[in-house]
């Protein structure tokens, strides 16, 4: 059987200039990477077309440690809507590193169901990891600077400055660090530490900026910690914005690239959907609307994580707004929440689908939350049965929601036209609106328990005393009405990644609370959640190597 990267180097892949042609997008607009790449201009965007195209969202439920393939779907379906006449874009977020050399392996789909050039858009892309890290560490810069330098100091109190430094790798040992050790010429000594770029609040600010002006204002907006005498110090204090936006000036622009099938894709953004907003930007998906009919998006892991924030955050702040969305089930997630070991996913057992299908329900449940229209997409892996794949099948039509088996990985669009067909109906004939699950100005606390407890199925909330610390100096910042963006765990609804399936009566704990001002949201930590991960046991970085004619190996 032929690995990801061997199907995507046997694939046909056509100069971009011939990709862009398919959007009627002229040469002259493309800003080229090489044959494959683009860059598309934001003059691109056209509000008016936006408004009458259709907008497909793709999520999940609640995943094993190893996805339950949305990107494969929503690349699958894209496929399929094009074989059945529908001009479709899938719209992507870019892979981070972590992923790619930690446990996930890549994120550009796979077997026949990938974006391509493979290899380029896994690593370094086109840049947009690398600016974003650079505009974050910038201001990380800047600050101690600041700091140091007493005769043009803000008199920033070291103790407050919660800001980070990011980098895009999975590396646990900077999480918490001390710097401005060796002397009084090496800076004033304070703990700070890393995250992960996915989850730098300017990957939140560039994956929701508007434009450039937007960029800067938000970028501005940035809090960064308070004086001595108690007075809130944010970016535009430091004039950091143009310096941080001009590291952008590329960075803010999206990707286009193809299908194996020689399709549009747009990839943009990359944010974790457990540990930030999970979706990619407004001005990829804006793009993607401007340029074809059909837009298909997805939302990072479960419909409780990416898909809450897609629609209460991304959707509220931008004004999009999906005609359909679609749920990604799997024969082996649902034996995973019927707690059958990961080592024996592939064995055949209806009986743990039975016992593990209370997740796809919630999670049906919580679509209907949203008044969105859902469609139910069943991923096929090698070892699915026939009898468990009923299973499923049987249980959506109990809950009124249509489904189909996508068998993607296998036969690329082909293995989705009849899901092509149900989104193509759904998005077509849906009569409903979408309703975000809370009112930005409603109490921070009052927004926290509403997600949690509908999304959820949460029965409490629980602050530790930092996070009540945290809400008081949200509430001195005049932050109540900022949207609110969970960190929390993707194995389980809950913040304990051991409770899986659908459990009842457990109580949520918010550890603490981050404010992201320039993003629009504050970011509730809960449970064990950390926004710099670290490495597996065997990570899949002991697997990748690249021989003598600079041929990649070992990237999935």
């Known amino acids: 059987m032929a690995s990801d990267i061997e199907i995507a180097r046997k694939a046909g892949i056509k100069p971009i200039s011939e990709i862009a042609e398919k959007l009627n997008i002229p040469f002259d607009d493309l800003e080229l990477y090489g044959k494959y790449k683009a860059k598309l201009p934001l003059k691109l965007i056209d509000p008016g077309k936006i408004k009458n195209r259709k907008l497909v969202l793709v999520s999940a439920i609640s995943p094993t440690p190893a996805g339950e393939g949305k990107t494969t779907i929503s690349i699958g379906l894209s496929e399929g809507l094009n074989r059945i006449g529908k001009q479709t874009t899938v719209v992507l977020r870019e892979p981070s590193l972590g992923p790619v050399f930690g446990i996930k392996g890549g994120a550009t789909g796979g077997g026949h169901s990938q974006v391509i050039p493979m290899e380029d858009i896994n690593l370094h892309f086109t840049g947009d990891f690398a600016a974003i890290e650079k505009a974050n560490n910038l201001l990380a810069a800047l600050i101690d600077n600041n700091i140091q330098h007493n005769n043009r100091s803000l008199d920033i109190d070291p103790r407050t400055v919660h800001w980070k430094r990011v980098m895009d790798m999975n590396d646990r040992s900077l999480r918490n660090i001390i710097v401005g050790l060796g002397g009084t010429t090496s800076g004033v000594p304070r703990e700070t530490g890393f995250n992960i770029t996915a989850a730098s609040e300017i990957m939140a600010i560039l994956c929701l900026a508007e434009d450039f002006k937007d960029l800067k204002k938000r970028l501005g907006n940035i809090f960064i910690g308070y004086t001595h005498d108690k007075k809130p110090v944010f970016a535009r204090d430091l004039n950091a914005q143009g310096a941080m936006a001009a590291l952008l000036k590329d960075a803010i622009k999206p990707n286009l690239v193809q299908t194996l099938e020689g399709n549009p894709a747009i990839i943009h953004g990359g944010p974790f959907a457990n540990i930030a907003q999970g979706t990619n930007s407004v001005l990829a998906t804006k793009m993607g609307l401007s340029l074809s009919d059909y837009v298909v998006t997805e939302a990072g892991f479960g419909f409780d994580l990416g898909a809450e924030k897609f629609l209460d955050i991304k959707c509220v702040s931008s004004g999009l707004e999906p005609q359909a969305a679609v749920l990604v089930a799997t024969v082996r997630a649902l034996k995973y929440h019927g707690e059958v070991p990961v080592g024996d996913l592939n064995k055949p057992d209806v009986e743990a689908v039975r016992r593990g299908i209370e997740n796809l329900e919630k999670h049906v449940e919580n679509m209907k939350k949203f008044n969105v229209c859902p469609v139910v997409a ?21 809950l009124g929601v249509k489904a189909a088996v996508a068998d993607v990985w296998a036969r690329g669009g082909e293995g989705a036209e009849e899901l092509a067909r149900l989104v193509t109906e759904a998005a077509e004939s849906c009569t409903s609106s979408m309703k975000p699950l809370y009112d930005w100005n409603w109490s921070v606390e009052k927004k926290i328990e509403t ?13 530790t005393p930092q996070a009540r610390k945290d809400l008081k100096v949200v509430a001195e910042l005049g932050l109540d009405d900022k949207a609110v963006c969970i960190a929390k765990t993707q194995k389980s609804l809950s913040d304990n990644p051991k409770l899986l399936g659908r459990p009842e009566n457990f109580v949520v704990t918010v550890r603490e609370i981050e404010i992201a001002a320039g993003a629009g949201f504050i970011v509730p930590v809960t449970g064990n959640i950390m926004r710099m991960p670290g490495l597996p046991v065997t990570p899949a970085a002991e697997n990748i190597d690249i021989d003598e004619e600079g041929r990649i190996s070992g990237l999935f």
């Open 378 to 398: 069943i991923n096929r892996f090698v070892s699915d049965t026939d009898e468990e794949i009923s299973v499923i099948k049987e249980k959506c039509k109990e």
């Open 451 to 463: 997600i949690a407890k509908e999304i959820y199925g949460a029965k409490a909330i629980d602050y």
